[in-house]
């Protein structure tokens, strides 16, 4: 199974991703097809008999191409025929063509294979190359919707410039009657459409001619989309009006009225309304944009010859690179040298640094501290944890929802059968004696106001802002129907340990009897256990060493397992251990019999210590449940949603944790295998969301309607769950849950608006709604009305940008 990506510029709505799918869907070969709207992508499976060439001169036929880019390369001596092959294997080449003077031109999908991807190919094969010419790399999607809104602004600002002196000479005299004589005296009637035919003939081959572009060849194909209505709305109000400049005399008497300000004015509109547009999607892509932005262009790499600056992009793992104090990171590494502390907020959201030595692992994007650092490259590209983040991200963000196949199944025959309704205003109005300039006046309105851009645009850009505000609150959906079917989830359930709770046992209660103090007990214990590896006993080592108690030397350590630990401290005999221990070493553990069982009732591991045989104190041990795991249970609560808590730990344990956290519904003592079952019973109630650790809770993630991994940002390509929260703070989950349900309610009022605004505005445009007959509303409206209705589509999509905060 291959998969690549295609860059395709051309995709401008809802019908268009559609079309793409359905194109690359009919080849051989292909599994999935997956359009990215707001990155202007597709994302292709496949496996033979299709490739990557005929699957983007289908792209072409159905009047889509891709982005092409091509490197040439120098190889030697090397058998050509290896060399193509080997480079024709690399994921998006379209094409291999090798030269007899050694070089070779590689043509690929623009964004699907680096010049250093190529080299790799055939270093694979024994053969040294080098790149002679390569076409620069894409520009990362955010670089690509700010150039497009660039673009779109100067069109919109030359529209407007040719389209004001239009404007003027038709709607000026009816906004001030006098001016109209002013005019006909200085240019003459004749002179005033003519000004208007040169200047909306202008409007129409530049700032407009991006409308004719895409919509008349659609068109051609019968596969007519927006472009299509605004391209036919525009000519056909210019071709009339221009029939009446060039030769009146073929029209009936009546009808010699221009229109050439309809023409103008819908591009101008439709082209601010696309500005708008695109302004508001580089707002909503942001959170893509400060991820980029956290890699760094250029790295001090250690050479032979001595350190050298090196852009990012020729690392290679292997390389040393120096770190300097306050520097971030250029990609993943282990420290080689130094000792040191790194931010790493950008990944897990917690603001303490982290510290860092020789032989840890170090992620790119982090920020160093004060001291000096040198690092081994381990991972470079696309395999770094940033670039994986990224990739997570964009990918969520161009995926549909269940809700998305309504609207692409109504897109798709909304524009035939606005053409037909269009025809039918026409025809009416013509038939009842209108005449047939204003009957082709109704017939523009309806082409202009029922573009169903709003209609495309209402899910992906909610779905866009909603991922990105997912990514900055450390929320990655790798799955995009996660967030339909979290926003319908009626119970959530979590794992205990590393979930709710800190995932290592911690000394939480000391039980002291008199003659001893608590100091003298934990530099005892501590000394004892020191020379221990049991996660109790490091408890013990890092509470005394969290009260600044240096541990006392031990001798003669000698650890039983199931029982405990003796060991001689400063002179004496200790022994720290369960009742048993104390039992087979002749010790009555009455004294501490009973505070051992309160700690055993509140789910705390008790550990009794004796002294040169006299029982002296309890230690309580736990592995306390983490800072915010209360508020998180009490977050979800707020929201309506079930809380349980399924563990494999003992019950009295669990039950414990379930107490101190608010959380009733606690299911303990379960394997694996059991977590599923409960999750499954727990389906009958309605949808079930399960919180793990993504590792050992692997199989209740994949059984429960969405599965969440609670990972620590290396931990980003966790296969058994849809959403990753970035981090270890469990309110991730609510506020997982709180974002779903703000984009299903933002979806629904966008559909809400979409339909209900072409529902109430076809009727208006054709004239039905309008008192006594006859056309109503003017295709200048029809085209204000239709790019507010978009814009206003972006602009609620927006809010996003501080839901679940």
């Known amino acids: 199974m291959a998969s690549t990506s295609f860059i395709v510029e051309g995709m401008h709505c809802g019908a268009c991703t559609g079309r793409v799918e359905r194109a690359l869907q009919a080849e051989a070969g292909v599994t999935l097809a997956a359009a990215n709207l707001m990155a202007r992508s597709v994302r292709v499976e496949f496996e033979p008999p299709a490739r990557a060439e005929a699957l ?43 030269a007899p003077d050694g070089t070779a031109r590689v043509t690929y999908a623009q964004g699907t294979v680096a010049p250093s991807e190529l080299l790799r190919r055939l270093e694979g094969i024994d053969v040294q190359a080098r790149v002679i010419s390569a076409t620069p790399a894409p520009a990362p999607v955010a670089e690509r919707q700010a150039a497009e809104a660039g673009r779109l602004k100067r069109q919109v600002l030359l529209s407007a410039l040719l389209t004001a002196p239009v404007f003027f000479l038709a709607m000026g005299p009816h906004l001030y009657p006098p001016l109209h004589h002013l005019l006909a005296r200085a240019i003459g009637e004749d002179g005033m459409q003519a000004v208007q035919f040169v200047f909306t003939t202008l409007v129409l081959a530049f700032p407009g001619r991006v409308f004719l572009r895409l919509g008349l060849p659609a068109l051609f194909r019968l596969a007519p989309e927006m472009n299509s209505l605004v391209a036919l709305g525009a000519l056909a109000a210019w071709g009339y009006s221009a029939l009446v400049v060039l030769m009146p005399q073929i029209l009936p008497p009546g009808t010699v009225d221009v229109y050439f300000e309809a023409a103008a004015v819908i591009v101008t509109l439709i082209l601010l309304g696309r500005w708008l547009e695109a302004r508001a999607k580089g707002q909503a892509g942001e959170a893509i944009s400060r991820l980029v932005a956290l890699r760094p262009a250029t790295a001090r790499v250690q050479r032979p010859g001595g350190t050298v600056e090196l852009p990012v992009a020729e690392l290679a793992p292997g390389d040393l690179v120096e770190l300097a104090p306050g520097g971030r990171v250029a990609v993943d590494g282990i420290v080689t040298e130094g000792h040191g502390f790194l931010d790493e907020s950008m990944l897990t959201g917690e603001p303490v640094p982290v510290e860092k030595a020789p032989g840890q692992p170090v992620t790119g994007g982090t920020v160093n501290g ?342 620590s940002g290396t931990d980003v390509a966790i296969e058994a769950a849809e959403v990753v929260i970035v981090g270890a703070d469990p309110r991730g989950a609510a506020r997982a849950v709180t974002l779903s349900r703000a984009v299903m309610r933002n979806i629904r009022q966008n559909l809400f608006w979409a339909f209900a605004y072409n529902a109430a505005l076809i009727p208006v445009a054709m004239g039905v709604l309008v008192p006594f007959g006859g056309p109503g509303l003017s295709p200048m409206l029809a085209a204000a009305a239709m790019s507010l209705s978009s814009v206003f589509v972006v602009t609620n999509a927006l809010r996003l940008r501080r839901a679940a905060a």
Not at 57 to 84: H, K, M, N, S
Not at 651 to 670: C, N
Not at 671 to 694: I, R, Y
Request: aromatic residues 4%.
């Open 370 to 711: 004060t001291s000096a650092l040198v690092y081994r490259v381990t991972a470079t590209g696309a395999d770094t944890v940033l670039s994986r983040i990224i990739a997570l991200v964009e990918a969520a963000q161009g995926q549909k929802l269940p809700v998305q196949a309504l609207v692409d199944r109504v897109t798709r025959v909304f524009v035939p059968v606005v053409m037909a309704l269009s025809t039918l205003t026409f025809a009416v109005w013509f038939a009842l004696g209108q005449g047939l300039a204003p009957a082709l006046v109704a017939a523009i309105s309806v082409m202009i106001i029922a573009c169903p851009c709003a209609m495309g645009l209402a899910t992906p850009v909610s779905i866009l802002v909603g991922t990105g505000r997912g990514a900055e609150l450390g929320l990655l959906f790798r799955r995009g129907d996660a967030l339909q079917r979290l926003a319908e989830v009626k119970t959530l359930a979590f794992d205990k340990t590393g979930t709710l709770t800190e995932g290592r046992p911690a000394l939480t209660d000391l039980f002291v009897l008199p003659g001893l103090t608590e100091a003298d007990l934990l530099r005892l214990a501590a000394g004892a256990e020191a020379r221990s590896e049991h996660p109790l006993a490091r408890a013990v080592v890092q509470a005394a060493e969290a009260a600044g108690i240096a541990p006392a030397r031990a001798r003669k350590v000698v650890a039983t397992p199931g029982r405990g630990l003796s060991a001689e401290v400063e002179g004496r005999q200790i022994l720290l251990g369960n009742a048993a221990a104390l039992s087979e070493a002749a010790i009555d553990p009455a004294p501490l019999a009973a505070q051992a069982e309160v700690f055993a009732q509140d789910g705390k591991t008790p550990v009794l210590v004796a002294l040169d045989g006299t029982p002296v104190a309890v230690l309580a041990l736990s592995d306390p449940p983490k800072p915010h795991a209360a508020a998180a249970v009490a977050a979800l609560e707020r929201e309506g949603i079930a809380v349980a808590m399924i563990s494999g730990d003992v019950a009295a344990t669990a039950a414990a944790v379930g107490r101190q956290l608010g959380i009733s519904r606690v299911i303990a003592g379960v394997l694996p295998a059991g977590k599923v079952a409960a999750l499954t019973a727990m389906q009958d109630t309605g949808a079930v969301a399960f919180v793990g650790d993504g590792i050992n809770d692997a199989p209740a993630l994949a059984a429960a309607d969405v599965g969440l991994a609670l990972g």
């Open 56 to 98: 983007a001169e289908a792209l072409a036929r159905a009047g889509y191409p891709i982005a092409r880019a091509e490197t040439c390369l120098a190889f030697g001596t090397a058998d050509p025929g290896q060399v193509a092959a080997a480079l024709q294997a690399a994921p998006g080449v379209l094409s291999v063509a090798v």
